[in-house]
C-alpha cells in the first residue's frame, strides 16, 4: 500500500529538549511538506522540500529545522527555540508535478509540551 | 485580511440535507482548488480537486469554482452522520508547489 507515515503517533516533551518527528512517504513523490495545525486553525506551512538535499521555509520556521536526504524521508525537528511547540504535526507529499501539485497527508503527530 | 478566507462554523445539519460550504480568496492568480476532508484526530483526506472555473461532480459532494466572484464551494447532497468532519479548502497558483489552507468548517450531520 502506497502512502504516507509518521511517527510516533503521540510524543510529549519536556521543556528545553529536543525532539525529531519522522515521516516517511513510497508514494515516489517529489515533494514533502510539514504543517502544524492548533486548534480553531487551518493549516500552517513550516519548511517543504521539492527535492533531496534542498529544502525552504514555510511561514513559520523559526525553531523548527528539516533535513531531506532520502527522496522518501523528510524528518522535522522540534528546537528548544520553540516558544510553543504544543500542536498537531502533519507531513504531506505531492508529485511536485507543476499541474498536478495535490499534497496526501500522513496521520499525524500530537506533539504535547509537559 | 487572510489570503484564503472560510467560515470555521461550526454547522450543524440534519441527516439528509444538502449542506454548502464555501471559501472566498483574494489572490486571483489562483488557478488550482482542492477540498479536503479532516476526521477528528486524523489527517486530512483529498475529496476534491479542481482546475479553473467550473463544477465537478463526484457522487454525493460536488465543487464549483467562480474565479470572477473569487468563490469556491463544496455542496454534499444526501448528507449522513459519517460526513461529519472538519472540511478545508486548498487552493495554488500555477506552477506554485505550496498550497494556501483556509481555516475549515467544522461540519456535524444529526441523525
Known amino acids: 500500500d502506497g502512502g504516507i507515515t509518521q511517527s510516533p503517533k503521540y510524543l510529549f516533551r519536556k521543556e528545553g529538549q529536543n525532539v525529531t518527528l519522522s515521516c516517511e512517504q513510497n508514494l515516489n513523490h517529489d515533494a514533502m511538506y510539514w504543517y502544524r495545525q492548533d486548534p480553531g486553525q487551518g493549516l500552517r506551512l513550516i519548511y517543504y522540500?521539492?527535492?533531496?538535499?534542498?529544502?525552504q521555509k514555510g511561514d513559520i520556521a523559526e525553531g523548527y529545522s528539516v533535513s531531506r536526504e532520502k527522496k522518501e524521508s523528510f524528518p522535522l525537528t522540534v528546537t528548544s527555540a520553540q516558544k510553543n511547540p504544543t500542536a498537531f504535526y502533519l507531513c504531506a507529499s505531492s508529485s511536485g508535478r507543476p499541474t498536478y501539485n495535490e499534497q496526501f497527508f500522513g496521520p499525524g503527530t500530537r506533539l504535547t509540551v509537559l | 485580511q487572510k489570503e484564503v478566507e472560510q467560515d470555521p462554523g461550526p454547522l450543524s445539519v440534519p441527516e439528509g440535507a444538502i449542506v454548502s460550504l464555501n471559501c472566498t480568496y483574494s489572490n486571483s492568480a489562483f488557478q488550482y482548488f482542492m477540498w479536503y476532508r479532516q476526521y477528528s484526530r486524523k489527517g486530512p483526506e483529498l475529496l476534491m480537486y479542481?482546475?479553473?472555473?467550473g463544477n465537478k461532480e463526484d457522487g454525493r459532494f460536488t465543487a464549483q469554482v467562480d474565479k470572477s466572484s473569487k468563490y469556491i464551494s463544496l455542496f454534499i447532497r444526501d448528507s449522513q452522520p459519517s460526513d461529519s468532519a472538519t472540511y478545508l479548502c486548498a487552493m495554488s497558483e500555477r506552477g506554485a508547489q505550496k498550497l494556501v489552507f483556509g481555516q475549515g468548517t467544522r461540519l456535524t450531520i444529526n441523525p
Open positions: 479542481t482546475y479553473s472555473s
Open positions: 522540500s521539492q527535492i533531496v538535499n534542498d529544502f
